[in-house]
């Protein structure tokens, strides 16, 4: 026999014995006093059906033959002085020592010897870490489901940790950053020679404005111009949020406008994103250039600002200058297009319109040049903070890639769990905590807090104690301007948006916290995720930002998502990111070719054919004759209409029946918005 473990459990004391790591046989001892000391009372081996009663001599014959004798340090100190006195009085005191050991394990009959290393600390005392992690999956169950990755995080940090109450916390919404925090993206970047600003050959207006904010650029802008940006090379960057990269488009753009080589359009996916840059740069540039602003058909911003195709600087949404294309506008000379968010392009409903979009406005360029000997067409910039295979994308927009993969200052990514009500208590937490704290360059800490609904972000914004507003693109354009200005000069601690405007507004936060994983109905994906969580910290502001995932275990928001809450927070954390990819349904198929027909008549098929996304031309061609949108290559008044609206198929067959059956025109609406509900 290797050891006899010996511990008071009550009255008496529990005996395991062990034989090469394996459990010979468990029992209790009764000791009774005598005039030569203690000595063994009653001595029951323990059996399936209860307790057998042994002569307390066979004790004694146990330890004698036993290798060595353990003692449970959590025993008392009066029973660990009887049990040396017992020993002793057979002259094996020797044998036996003081040990720290699990009082879990020796409650139910097993010897763990722990120390600080191996042990988690329980209620006040020092436990094994199976026995924690026992006790933990019984809080676990008793919370709720959790999915096995949230599980397996849970231990892998009550390991780490060593404090189970401490973990246990964190289902009840503990805060302490220790505990919630899931890693640290750190700060870092390549080894990036700066490139002055004076060597810049750019036009004069344009060089002296950078001379006058900077002495060097930051290192993606120096790898743009190193790789050709001021010699009119396509390029593809991508690079972190806040590192600089839309100066990239700028300075190309501004250059080309002002040495008399065509206009600038620098486009967006987001009317309010649109908005807010017309505004910079009628504040940055408004004295070198003049600029307009571009946003849809009926969208048009409603302070009197009318869209000027003549502007040195044309600000749009990409639906805005597909529409002026549609409608056969002619913006005039375009030197340069910055394509802002490309990674649109993989968002289903929006990214078809971009591919198509980008198509149709480089035929229009060509087409220009051709007729044109003064004219040398346009310079492309595609702008991303978030593209999984940049390499490939940028060989199918045929542009030079500039990726540059640092960020300028460090993020922690934190993990804490809570219910839907919980979740606004600890938001409020978080926004207070932030706001309370002032960075190294003088800014007090600031926090966009992002859900899934409009109505949430009210309810959210609600419930703070620290100034904060909604924002949401439900919101008319003087509202979002007046939320954006009080945002910027730190009137506001937090603004509570959508994920849908995730892409969009600059707001220099320090915090972003997740109320929902959720985008609507579905769920985020990494590159949505990275796109958001890319928000926090900026470098001339903050000295890092910090990110919360609040994340609701066992929850869905819709009965079509097949994963729950926690089992998509780790999926994000640890996931790769998506691949820009097009894919195209036979209604986006048929509305893009539709747009080529009406922008490009017979080159529609070689315009189809250059889309980075897999169009089926011919299968869609087909269906544009049997619905009677063209006839041949050429539109019909039906076609045009479907095609200046920006409906597909089903939405201009709902209409159309709609109004041969002379409904009124609100429940037409309705119906074309319910479509696909039933799916």
Not at 127 to 135: L, M
Not at 292 to 311: C, L, T
Not at 351 to 359: A, K, Q, S
Not at 393 to 398: D, H, T, V
Request: hydrophobic share 35%; proline share 4%; net charge negative.
């Amino acid at each position: 026999m290797d050891t006899l473990f010996l511990h008071e459990v009550g009255d008496d004391y529990a005996v395991v014995a062990r034989r090469d790591g394996e459990r010979l046989f468990r029992a209790r001892l009764t000791t009774k006093e005598t005039d030569a000391g203690p000595r063994p009372g009653k001595f029951r081996l323990k059996t399936a059906n209860g307790e057998d009663p042994r002569s307390p001599d066979q004790f004694v014959e146990i330890a004698r033959r036993a290798d060595r004798i353990r003692v449970s340090e959590q025993t008392p100190r009066d029973g660990r002085r009887e049990i040396r006195d017992l020993l002793d009085g057979y002259q094996l005191a020797e044998k036996a020592k003081v040990v720290r050991t699990c009082r879990y394990c020796a409650g139910n009959g097993r010897y763990s010897p722990i120390t600080d290393e191996t042990s988690v600390e329980a209620d006040g005392e020092r436990i094994c870490q199976d026995c924690a992690i026992r006790e933990l999956e019984r809080e676990l169950a008793f919370k709720g489901d959790l999915t096995g990755a949230a599980e397996d995080r849970l231990e892998e940090l009550l390991l780490d940790v060593g404090d189970l109450d401490r973990i246990v916390g964190l289902l009840e919404g503990q805060l302490d950053p220790d505990l919630t925090k899931f890693d640290e993206v750190s700060a870092n970047t390549d080894d990036i020679d700066p490139y002055p600003v004076s060597d810049l050959d750019l036009h004069p207006g344009v060089q002296g404005l950078l001379e006058d904010r900077f002495e060097s650029l930051l290192p993606v802008q120096s790898l743009s111009v190193e790789n050709g940006l001021t010699e009119g090379e396509d390029q593809l960057v991508v690079s972190a949020t806040a590192t600089g990269k839309t100066l990239i488009g700028e300075m190309a753009g501004l250059h080309r406008a002002l040495s008399g080589n065509g206009k600038m359009l620098f486009l967006v996916p987001l009317v309010a994103l649109a908005n807010q840059k017309h505004e910079d740069f009628e504040d940055e540039y408004g004295d070198l250039v003049d600029v307009s602003i571009r946003v849809g058909s009926s969208r048009i911003r409603d302070d009197g600002q009318a869209f000027d195709p003549n502007a040195d600087v044309i600000v749009g949404t990409y639906e805005g200058i597909d529409h002026a294309l549609r409608t056969g506008r002619d913006l005039g000379d375009v030197g340069t297009v910055v394509i802002d968010e490309v990674h649109t392009l993989q968002e289903d409903g929006r990214g078809h319109r971009l591919d198509g979009l980008i198509t149709r406005l480089k035929h229009y360029c060509e087409q220009r040049e051709q007729s044109r000997d003064d004219y040398a067409g346009a310079q492309w910039i595609y702008l991303s903070a978030t593209v999984g295979n940049p390499g490939g994308l940028a060989k199918q927009l045929r542009a030079n890639l500039v990726e540059f993969e640092e960020r300028p200052v460090p993020i922690e990514r934190h993990v804490t769990f809570a219910d839907g009500q919980e979740k606004p208590d600890i938001t409020n937490k978080l926004v207070r905590r932030e706001y309370d704290k002032e960075s190294s360059k003088g800014y007090r800490g600031q926090t966009i807090v992002f859900t899934n609904s409009r109505r949430r972000c009210h309810e959210i914004a609600r419930k703070l104690d620290y100034p904060a507003a909604a924002y949401h693109a439900g919101l008319d354009y003087g509202k979002r301007k007046q939320v954006e200005r009080q945002f910027g000069n730190q009137d506001l601690a937090a603004v509570v948006t959508t994920a849908a405007l995730a892409a969009g507004v600059d707001f220099p936060a320090s915090q972003v916290v997740f109320d929902t994983l959720a985008m609507g109905i579905e769920w985020l994906t990494v590159q949505e995720f990275e796109q958001m969580l890319g928000r926090a910290g900026r470098p001339d502001y903050h000295d890092r930002g910090t990110v919360y995932m609040l994340v609701e275990p066992d929850a869905v928001y819709h009965n079509s998502m097949e994963m729950s809450e926690d089992e998509v927070a780790f999926k994000l954390l640890k996931g790769e990111m998506e691949d820009v990819v097009m894919r195209y349904d036979q209604n986006a198929a048929i509305e893009e070719v539709l747009a080529n027909v009406v922008v490009g008549g017979s080159a529609a098929k070689r315009l189809s054919e250059r889309m980075v996304g897999d169009v089926p031309t011919k299968h869609a061609v087909g269906k544009l004759l049997e619905y009677g949108f063209i006839d041949g290559l050429e539109p019909t008044d039906l076609g045009r209409a479907v095609t200046t609206h920006f409906l597909n198929p089903d939405e201009a067959f709902e209409m159309l029946d709609g109004v041969r059956k002379e409904m009124d025109p609100y429940r037409i609406a309705a119906e074309i918005e319910l479509l696909g509900e039933e799916e």
